[in-house]
Structures are given as C-alpha cells and as structure tokens.
C-alpha cells in the first residue's frame, strides 16, 4: 500500500498512531546540560508544570566541565515518555538526552543505611552487609552505618530486611546510569 | 564602551527600529542609553501595555516586538504579555533591568527574581552574569525568539552591570548548541500525508496561527486549492485562507461554525498544520473527531500527539512543507470527483446552519450587526485588533479575513486588556495601514491608560468599544450553565467613554443607531488621531453557536 515512488494510494485503515503510548516500565533519562545557571531549575520546573514525577534525579559534572549530566527516572506508566523528553528537548540549555534501554546500560546507585544494632543484633547485620556486598563506613556501640551500591531493586532488598533490625535513617543518592559497550552514553 | 549603548548597538544590529517600555531604577543606564541611541522609544503607561504593543507589532510585521520594564514591578508587569506571547508564539524579546548585582538575593529594594518567576513562561531566558556577555545574549535572544516556533525572550539585566565598560564587538553567529528547530519535514512522511489526502474521501485541513508565524499563507492557500479540500483555521489561524470563499467552512472550535466542527466530526483524515489541538477545538478529547486520522505538520515536535495522537507526524516548517506536500499531491492526480459526496454533506450543514443572529427590528444595535458595520466601513481593509470575550468571538465569526497578519488577538492566554494596546503596536508597526481595534468595555478597561500613549504619540487608532454593559462571555455562561445567576458580572454605564477619551486627549464618540452606523464608524475612522468610540449595543446578547466546554461538537448549542 502506498509504495514509494508509485502513485499506490494510502489505505487509511492501515494507518497506525503511535506517540502518547504509556510503555508501563521505569525509564532512565540520561540528560547532558550546559552548565548555565538555572539549568536545574527549568528542568525541575518543566516537570512541575507538565504535572510529571520525577522518581530520582541526580546530577553531577561530566569530564568537560561545561557540560552537567542529569540522571533522572521517571514513571512511564504515569507519563507518555516521548512527551516528556520532547518537552526536555525544548529546553536551550538542554544537549541531548538518552532514554536508557535497561538491557543496553548499567545503573547503580548509593544508599546510605543506619542501622540500630546491639551486642546480639550486630552479627546479624554485618552478615546481611556481606551478602550484599555492602561496607560498614561507621560503628557506634547502638549502630551502625552501610554503604550498599547497586541498582535499586537490590538496595530495595536490603532495606527490607535490615528494616527489622531497626531502619534510623537512610540516605539514597538516585540512580545514575552509563551505556553498554564502546559508544558514549 | 558603556554596557547599556552596547546594548543599543546589538538592537540596532537586529534591526530593532522600536521599543516599548517604562523606566526606574535598575534599568536607568539603559535608559541613559536611550536617550540618544538611534532607537524610538515608546513610553508606555503600564508595562503590559508595553508587552502587548510588542506583541501587536511583532503579529502585524512579523518582526521581533520589544519591550523594556524595570526590576520588581516593572518585571512583574510583564508577565502577562509575555505569557500571553508565551501561548500564541509570537516572537518578542522582553528586556529587564534588575538590581545591582550584590544586591542579587538580599531582598533588595525592588528586587524580585524575574528569571525564576518567568520560567515556565519563556522560550528562553537570559540572566546576564558578566556585562561581555550582552551583546551575545541579545543576539541568541532574537534568534530564539524568531525561529523555529516563535516565543518569548527575556534578558535581565542587573543595573552595575549595563554602566560597566566592555568592548563592543557586533555577535555574529549563536552558540546553542542544544537548540536545532527542524524545519524540513522528512520527504517520506510527506509523501505518504499526500498519498493519504489522496485516499481520502472526507478530508478536512485545519489550519493555526502556525501558518501566520511560518508566513505561509499563500503556500497554505495554494494548497488547499489544489483539490477541493474543505478548509478551516483556528482563531489563531484567520486570515491563512482568504474568508469567505467556496471552501471555507469558516472558524472551528467552541464558537465555530457548525459546518466546520460538524466536518471535522464526520472526517476521515485531518490535516493539521501549524496547529495544536487546544481544548477550545477538541472539545471532549475522547469524542473528538472519532473517525479521522491525522496527518500533523508543526514546527514543535513536542506539539506532535500531545493531545490527539499523530498517524502520519511531520516536523518542520510549514513554508517548507506545504510546497512539498502540494508537489507530492499534484503528482498523485488524484480523482477531484471523490470529494462531491463529501461537499454535498457540508453544503447541507451550510444551508442548515449558516451564522446568524435575529436582528432588531428598530434602531438597537446588535453587536454582530457591529461586527458587520466595521467590516462595511472599512471595506475589510484593515488590522483589527481585539481583546478577550463574546466581541472577540463575534469579530472572529463575522469579519472576514482574506489576509495573515491582519487579525491580532489573545488566542492562548484569553488576556483581557490585550486589543488596544496591541493595536497601538500594530499600528505603530503598520504606519500606513487603518489599525482599528474591537474592545470590550471590560476588557478595555484593563489598558485604557495607554490611550495616553497614543495621544501623545500620535498614534491613529481606531477602538471601538462594544459596550453591554456587562462582563459579556461571563455573564452567558452564567445565564446557560449558572441558573442566571449574575454573579458580579454587570458594570452599568460606568465610565463614561466618551469622555474619558477626551480627558486623554483622544476623540470620544458615542453610537446608539443602527441605521447611521456605518456611516458613524467612517466618520469615526476619518477623523484624525486616536479615537475611542463607545458603541452601545444589545445587552444581554450570546455568543452562538456553542461547543459547552467539555462537551463534543455534536453537542454544539444555538
Ligand atoms: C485578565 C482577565 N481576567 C478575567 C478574564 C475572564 N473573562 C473572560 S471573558 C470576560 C468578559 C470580558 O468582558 P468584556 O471585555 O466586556 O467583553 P464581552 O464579553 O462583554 O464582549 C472575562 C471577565 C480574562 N479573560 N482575562
């Protein structure tokens, strides 16, 4: 139908729509930004004002230094992804922007956890900290401090199950992520 | 060089010939500049009559509209035109004075943070950090703010940093490296949209203000010609396609034609161009045009299935675009006679639902029967300019616009206040052209002051005020879906028109008949410099046909 080059007309029952589709998954935003001020605030605000959520969002200078690189998540069963980074696109000061593949990239992020733990608890917990591959960077008589990395469902598991020892506080940094194999991000 | 006359020399190298502003405090260097820079400045009575007269330039030339305010105040009293220039695209470039920089974050008097408070309402906004940088970010600024989808610019000056000594050196080329408008649409896309248009047997072309901005009315035109396609264009867009003609279906939308929505219900392909499917077109989302596909051609992709989604999207310019899209079309030679179904349907909701209203028997002016009267009086061959409510809708549904740039109002935002000092902008822009503007006697309220500025001036516009006496679109959506009840909507004769217009040193006027109306309204355009004209007309008038919000164009009323 509608071959090129010939005057095949177009079946309009074959026409499909695509755009405004909700995938129904998590996505990873990796945004390159100009270093200009108020950068942050246009991104975090364009969202505010589209009513998107942003999930996680971290932010850090990249190996030239007039480039920022924001890692953001964001819901796309909440919100159509291609508007979103469409929008994110409108912003001058906005580079490029990847929409990482989860198969195509590696995200970690870094959780801070203090833990209560007596005498009897400890053990318990330094062992949990092992089995994830966890580090104690600080230890009271009553508590502890775990540095866990990795991706956010196992920093979710952690979480679970240290949370019976006694979860004071947590600390989580969001996601960041990088591209698979030899292309940049 | 001084800072502020640098920055007279980048306007000047934009080609800016005017601007429209106020001064104080933060921006005096600049206005020091002004003094003798080589550019005509308009002293305005309010900043937003400033952005508005801006933005009145910027729609009736095309180029880039200016307006300048102080700090706090000053800047706040921009946010409405620049929100409004925000919504309609209309490529403007806003200049701020701000307070001096160490007094930046201090609370400062008149200090407010005028880059945050305009965020989500600029294209882009500058914040100048370093006096160097003035003549580069004005030169971006013009840049954004003219191309690819046109928007609002603004740059913030802090007050030490315009009196700083820099070296001058013209811009030459931007450095945004993050912003790259697609203006040419893929090949293949467009062949496949003709190849569909080819296909169809009820089509219809929706046209917006996007076919003004791009200047491709004649391309549109030419277009739509190319087959018997029905045509109809969004109050944005009036003045795209010559009105009235065989193929137009006139406006659609809320107050639309009942032709154009009900084709639109009907349609098996929509082509959209330069347009955005905004809620007063759609009407209920989900019961929109149930039948159609769409082919969607905008400048913003982000406009593409934002709210209706696209079968055959195609990003770019629509000068660039309709040429090719009409080449593709041609080739094709496709049946013209597939389409006589299709207009025997249309032409019988013409015949059965044309525009109309019941006019007086006596003297009472109906205020579409005004409408009508000026478009008599001028003969069509003038700018209007209008503000925001029923005789916005009125002038929209019965002056016929045959030409782009000739129809200026405040589609997007609906800000009431807009008309008169849009006019002034127009005319100002358009020395040689009849500038006359349809007020509402709220609306026109909100700017009166720069009635002043025009006396002054000596500038020529014409403002006709329709006069109901009341707040009119509110007043009928109380009276159909509020039980009547009035609720602070009625403003009596209050004030009176005609001389306040004397008290401005304007021509007041005052217009009862309908009988000598026409002739009062070329009285009224003859005569010399600013005049207002305080029409009385039918009080509790509606605005008909009607889509009620939410509702679908099946439902349209009156
Ligand atoms: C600044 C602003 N405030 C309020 C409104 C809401 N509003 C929309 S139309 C309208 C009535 C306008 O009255 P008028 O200018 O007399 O025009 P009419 O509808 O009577 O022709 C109002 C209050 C608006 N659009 N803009």
């Known amino acids: 139908m509608g071959e090129p080059g010939t005057k095949e007309l177009l079946s309009l029952e074959d026409l499909e729509a695509a755009g405004g589709l909700r995938t129904g998954r998590k996505h990873v935003l990796s945004i390159l930004v100009e270093n200009k001020p108020g950068v942050l605030t246009r991104i975090a605000g364009l969202f505010a004002r589209r009513g998107f959520n942003i999930d996680t969002l971290a932010v850090g200078p990249t190996d030239d230094e007039a480039v920022s690189r924001v890692t953001l998540t964001v819901d796309g069963a909440k919100h159509p ?9 409108k912003l001058v000061n906005v580079l490029k922007i990847r929409d990482l593949e989860p ?17 009897g608890s400890r053990g318990e917990v330094l062992q949990l900290t092992e089995i994830f591959r966890g580090k104690v960077v600080d230890a009271g008589r009553r508590s502890v401090v775990v540095e866990i990395t990795g991706a956010d469902d196992k920093i979710e598991s952690f979480e679970q199950l240290v949370r019976p020892f006694g979860l004071i506080e947590m600390v989580r940094t969001g996601e960041i992520a990088i591209s698979r194999g030899r292309g940049e991000t | 060089m001084r800072a502020a006359d640098a920055l007279m020399e980048a306007l000047k190298a934009e080609g800016v010939e005017v601007v429209f502003g106020l001064p104080g405090g933060a921006n005096l260097p600049t206005y020091d500049a002004i003094y003798d820079g080589g550019i005509r400045h ?5 900043e937003a009559g400033g952005g508005h007269a801006a933005e009145g330039y910027a729609k009736a030339t095309g180029r880039v509209g200016v307006a300048l305010g102080t700090s706090g105040p000053g800047a706040t009293n921009l ?3 620049i929100c409004d220039a925000m919504l309609d695209s209309v490529p403007t470039v806003f200049l701020t004075g701000q307070v ?48 690819g989808r046109p928007g609002p610019v603004l740059v913030d000056i802090p007050q030490d940093l315009s009196r700083a000594d820099i070296e001058y050196e013209p811009a030459t080329s931007v450095s945004l490296p993050g912003y790259q408008p697609t203006t040419e649409g893929n090949q293949k896309q467009i062949r496949l949209a003709a190849k569909a248009l080819a296909n169809s047997r009820r089509p219809v072309i929706y046209g917006g203000g996007g076919i003004v901005n791009a200047g491709a009315a004649a391309e549109f035109t030419e277009f739509c010609l190319a087959d018997r396609f029905p045509v109809t264009l969004t109050v944005m867009g009036l003045g795209a396609f010559p009105a009235p003609h065989e193929q137009w279906l006139g406006m659609l939308g809320m107050h639309g ?11 098996d392909l929509i082509c959209a161009i330069g347009a955005r499917f905004d809620d007063r077109i759609t009407g209920k989302l989900s019961e929109f045009a149930p039948r159609a596909k769409f082919i969607h051609i905008d400048v913003d992709p982000a406009e593409i299935s934002k709210n209706v989604p696209a079968h055959i999207p195609i990003v770019g310019d629509a000068k660039n675009i309709v040429p090719r899209l009409l080449a593709e079309y041609r080739a094709l030679e496709p049946d013209r006679a597939r389409l006589d179904d299709w207009w025997e349907r249309i032409q019988h909701w013409q015949r059965q639902h044309p525009l109309r209203y019941d006019d007086s028997a006596d003297s009472e002016i109906k205020p579409q029967y005004m409408v009508q009267a000026l478009y008599e009086a001028t003969g069509g061959d003038a700018i209007v300019s209008s503000d925001v409510g029923q005789h916005q809708m009125w002038t929209a549904q019965y002056f016929h616009f045959s030409r782009p740039r000739r129809w200026i109002n405040s589609g997007g935002l609906g800000t009431m206040g807009f ?3 849009a006019a002034m902008g127009a005319q100002v822009g358009c020395p040689d052209q009849l500038v006359c503007c349809m007020a509402g006697d709220g609306s026109v309220q909100m700017n009166m002051q720069e009635l002043a500025t025009c006396a002054q001036e000596g500038i020529p516009i014409k403002v006709f005020i329709m006069n109901n006496g009341y707040l009119g679109m509110v007043r009928q959506w109380q009276e159909l879906f509020w039980d009547r009840r009035y609720s602070q909507v009625h403003m009596g004769s209050y004030p009176d028109f005609v001389k306040l217009a004397d008290a401005y040193g304007a021509t007041g006027m005052r217009f009862e008949d309908k009988k000598t109306l026409v002739e009062d309204m070329r009285q009224a ?23 009620p919000a939410g509702q679908a164009a099946r439902d349209m009323v009156g």
């Open chain 2, 42 to 46: 308009i002293l305005v009575r309010h």
């Open chain 2, 419 to 421: 008309g008169l000092p």
């Open chain 1, 81 to 89: 992804i291609d508007q979103v980074t469409k929008q994110l696109h």
């Open chain 2, 525 to 547: 355009i003859d005569t010399e410099g600013p005049v207002l004209v305080d029409v009385r007309v039918t009080q509790e008038e509606n605005t008909y046909p009607m889509i």
């Open chain 2, 100 to 147: 001096r920089t160490e007094l930046i974050g201090t609370d400062g008097f008149q200090e407010c943070d005028t880059g945050g408070i305009t965020m989500p309402i600029v294209k882009h906004s500058f914040m100048v950090q370093d006096p160097r940088e003035i003549p580069q970010a004005v030169h971006e600024a013009f840049y954004l703010a003219r191309s």
């Open chain 1, 103 to 119: 198969e195509d990239s590696v995200a970690r992020e870094l959780a801070l956890f203090k833990i209560a733990c007596d005498s």
């Open chain 2, 257 to 267: 034609t009942r032709a154009a929505n009900y084709a639109m219900d009907e349609a």
């Open chain 2, 79 to 81: 946010v409405t035109p």
